[in-house]
């Protein structure tokens, strides 16, 4: 599957911003769809995932502050990111899990796809 996030940018700390991400060919069912960050000198982290059934988790240091949501046919998924802080800093990418069947017995394969990333820049 093809991801594509639009929406990042430039934030004075206390904003808002909202980001989109597009799923296009798929082949398969998506099972879940997330944003991870990846800030300088730091590992890339979940920032929030959103399964097809509509359950949400988030990481603890945006729980409250961030909302993630999907459009009912799982081909767009949306972070609203509120009340920004500096070390929200990062570039986030989108992330869709999926499975594909592979034969008519059913078997299938597990897959993981990722966006080319969009960068958001808390200003203090």
């Known amino acids: 599957v093809q991801l594509v996030e639009s929406g990042g940018g430039l934030v004075q700390s206390g904003g808002p911003l909202r980001l989109s991400c597009a799923a296009s060919e798929r082949n398969g069912s998506i099972i879940s769809m997330g944003w991870y960050r990846h800030a300088p000198v730091k590992e890339r982290e979940l920032v929030a995932e959103?399964?097809?059934?509509?359950?949400?988790n988030y990481a603890d240091c945006v729980r409250g502050r961030f909302t993630i949501s999907r459009d009912n046919a799982m081909k767009t998924v949306f972070l609203q990111t509120n009340k920004l802080k500096s070390e929200d800093t990062a570039v986030y990418y989108c992330n869709a899990k999926g499975r594909t069947v592979v034969n008519v017995e059913g078997a299938s394969v597990d897959w993981d796809s990722w966006g080319q990333g969009t960068q958001v820049t808390v200003s203090s």
């Open positions: 959103i399964t097809v059934g509509g359950s949400a």
